[in-house]
């Protein structure tokens, strides 16, 4: 069995030349296996900055860049790399992990004249405090330095002013969304946290949550909002560690904060260190009762790659869906958005483009400010077969390639299922779904008739056909985690089929 020592006092300082080749030789390997079992980011940030120092009596000696390192090694990745150093060694090795200040440390015997106190960069736990002052170092107290290119900073300039809720347009398919926001904005850490607001790509939820860092502020001036995305959280979550500011960041979001908006935390998926960090900061706010707002394009317990543990405590406040807005919601938009740009369209050309964007509200602006462009370079209003004109390369679907048997073989792939069950007599209820599935891309996007669709299917009735394509309309009607689902089976459509 593989020992643990987190003290310094076997550091072998005078160690033979060879027994650091020797350490570096058995480090590496057990690097190497550790790359293929650990996220890429465990990896690079905690094992690859790891030095060898010396192997001398079956004791690994390795060195940490800074005691936070070392502890973090020993306390969430110690039984990994015990496991990758017995399998190199196929015997028993003795690991002792140090950091950079024990290189420095001696302890002066009744013969050596006391050194001056040495400064020590940061302050360690208190079980080094206490080695600390056997050592006779002192601790000045300095200020932790923190580096705002690093953190987002808690001054809001990182909110967008015309996100306001002013400016979101909100009807049946938005209204659950848009009450929660404008309830948690007017009273954070009251009710609904987290608040968890899911949709589609385009539907407003970035919106709303800047809206609700706005309406806090206004409301309360001395609030701190902090505003960003997944991926930004775990760049600054990497960057803190590089720069040894982890104590800063953690303060900053954990005892600073009074609003934390995450927008897209299904980024966080498979980052297993930035994951843990976030959930213990989850904890910490939702425990002070502060308030915490996400957002997502799946439900969480969709989200493949996020712990269950963060799943859990995203699911424990309210989870509010934001569907495609109705055409009704659609042409409200453009009048608000037409409004905004200070150009007037007719009533036709507005609801020509409320008809054919259907999806994503973020293309139905698009295309108006498409036409507003044109608008103003001619000075002339914009006529309906303009519109159509001017938007034909926007609104066009792009000509597939694709084949009944590219929609049979992408859907197949997706449910993990053979091709040849689609079209086959299976009756099982993944197999007849994932047919249904087919079945509605072969209607919506090559066009076929019912009775093409049913030869194709294993020789099935038109009426069945029928049948299957209102299942899965009605499906897409109750659940918008599936409209997402059903645009990234026909994306992949037509990616294959365009590179075919």
Known sequence: MVAIKETSEHLALDAPENSKDEAAELLNKARTILKRRLSFF????????????????????????????????????????????????????????????????????KKEKVKPAKIIPEKNAELENKNIKSENIAIPPSPVRIDATVLPLLSNTNLNTS???????????????????????????????????????????????????????????????????????????????????????????????????IDDIQFLAGKDASQDEFFHTFNCLHEAKKQIVVTSDKYPHEISGLEERLQTRLSWGLIADIKPPEIETRIAILHKKAEKLAIKFSDDV?????????????????ALVRLAA???????????????????????????????????????????????????QARQRQVVFARQVAMACCRSLLSMSLPEIGRVFGGRDHSTVLSSLRKIEEQKRNDVSFQSILLRIESKIGTSASSS
């Not at 001619?378 to 077969?385: C, G, H, N, Y």
């Open 163 to 261: 996100y306001s809720f002013d400016a979101f347009v909100h009807g049946p398919s938005n209204q659950m969304g848009y009450a929660a926001a404008t309830s948690v904005a007017d009273y954070p850490g009251t009710q609904f946290s987290p608040l968890f607001l899911f949709g589609g790509v385009g539907l407003g939820k970035t919106h709303l949550l800047h809206a609700i860092g706005l309406r806090a502020k206004e409301k309360n001036p001395t609030l701190k909002v902090v505003y960003l995305s997944a991926e930004q959280w775990v760049n600054s979550y990497i960057q803190a560690i590089r720069e040894r500011q982890f104590d800063s960041f953690r303060n900053r979001y954990r005892n600073v904060c009074d609003i934390l908006l």
């Open 374 to 424: 044109c608008s103003s370079l001619t000075k002339e209003a914009i006529t309906l077969a303009q519109s159509k004109e001017i938007l034909a390369p926007v609104l066009k679907k792009k000509t597939l390639v694709a084949s009944w048997q590219k929609v049979c073989e992408v859907v197949a792939t997706y449910y993990d299922l053979r091709t040849s069950d689609l079209i086959g």
């Open 350 to 366: 507005l609801h020509y483009l409320a008809a054919n964007v259907t999806s994503s509200v973020r293309e139905l602006e698009g």
């Open 42 to 109: 465990v990896w690079q940030g905690f094992f690859e900055p790891l030095t060898p120092l010396s192997l001398v009596d079956k004791v690994l000696v390795i060195q940490a860049p800074t005691s936070f390192h070392r502890n973090w090694v020993i306390d969430h990745y110690m039984n990994e790399l015990n496991a990758s150093v017995a399998e190199v060694c196929g015997e028993d090795v003795r690991i002792d992990i140090t950091f950079c200040n024990d290189l420095q440390k001696k302890l002066p015997t």
